[in-house]
């Protein structure tokens, strides 16, 4: 499975943007996926994940109330849609598939990923 991110870029402060996560090669089995960032100096953390059907989600903290993660199955794409932009969203934005069920926090679960996608939150 190769999975392409896309729909980063230069956003202003309160602003939103929408990520998407094509899945191509193996897909003929749905995966839970999920997204994580990581910024200058920092680990990559845990943004949020989204089961295979697309009906149970789950966000960090930092995200919560601004984030959505979703997901079209026929188009095999996982999207994430961020509002309210602050500057600490500032990161790469990797996506990430898992074989199973399951989705996961940890980025060692994944079996899956993207190259990345750069979010820069500007004034």
């Known amino acids: 499975v190769q999975l392409q991110a896309s729909g980063g870029g230069l956003v202003q402060f309160g602003g939103s943007l929408r990520l998407s996560c094509a899945a191509s090669g193996r897909t003929d089995s749905i995966y839970p996926m999920a997204w994580f960032r990581q910024a200058p100096g920092k680990e990559r953390e845990f943004v949020a994940a989204?089961?295979?059907?697309?009906?149970?989600?789950y966000y960090a903290d930092s995200v919560k109330g601004r984030g959505t993660i979703s997901r079209e199955n026929a188009k095999n794409t996982v999207y994430l849609q961020m509002n309210s932009l602050k500057w600490e969203d500032t990161a790469v934005y990797y996506c990430?598939?898992?074989?199973?069920?399951?989705?996961?926090?940890?980025?060692?679960?994944?079996?899956?990923w993207g190259q990345g996608t750069l979010v820069t939150v500007s004034s």
């Open positions: 989204i089961n295979g059907v697309g009906d149970r989600t």
């Open positions: 990430a598939a898992v074989r199973g069920s399951k989705y996961y926090i940890l980025a060692r679960n994944y079996d899956y």
